[in-house]
């Protein structure tokens, strides 16, 4: 059974940092593409951060560029998102999701596996 299973969520004050984890099972990571995604109430789904299964693409929204750092663990079967400086804005749902490709895609339609989300909330 295909499985992603998101980590690490919570509440942490503007500033603050949170690690994400994207733990995959059924399927060897290595071979995916990875990209995190983020929904806020009543807006659409972004995305937030992507690395390739080859990591020679890696895609970070200009939002988040500079603060955000997307790593991959391919023994552990793991992909983490490092946040750092949170703003209010960062604020929703994130989700991880898999693509067998070799290239990064910022937007959700072409990827085939999809996490159940993890909360993140930046407020003081």
């Known amino acids: 059974q295909v499985q992603l299973v998101e980590s690490g969520g919570g509440l942490v004050q503007p500033g603050g940092s949170l690690r994400l984890s994207c733990t995959a099972s059924?399927?060897?990571?290595?071979?995916?593409?990875i990209g995190w995604f983020r929904q806020a109430p009543g807006k659409e789904r972004e995305g937030v951060s992507c690395?390739?299964?080859?990591?020679?693409?890696?895609y970070y929204a200009e939002s988040v560029k500079g603060r955000f750092t997307i790593s991959r663990d391919n023994a552990k079967n793991t992909v983490y998102l490092q946040m750092n400086s949170l703003k209010p804005e960062d604020t929703g749902v994130y989700y991880c999701?898999?693509?067998?490709?070799?290239?990064?895609?910022?937007?959700?339609?072409?990827?085939?596996?999809w996490g159940q989300g993890t909360q993140v909330t930046v407020s003081s």
């Open positions: 999701a898999a693509v067998r490709s070799l290239r990064c895609y910022a937007r959700p339609g072409p990827y085939d596996y």
């Open positions: 690395i390739s299964s080859s990591r020679d693409d890696v």
């Open positions: 059924g399927f060897i990571l290595d071979r995916y593409t």
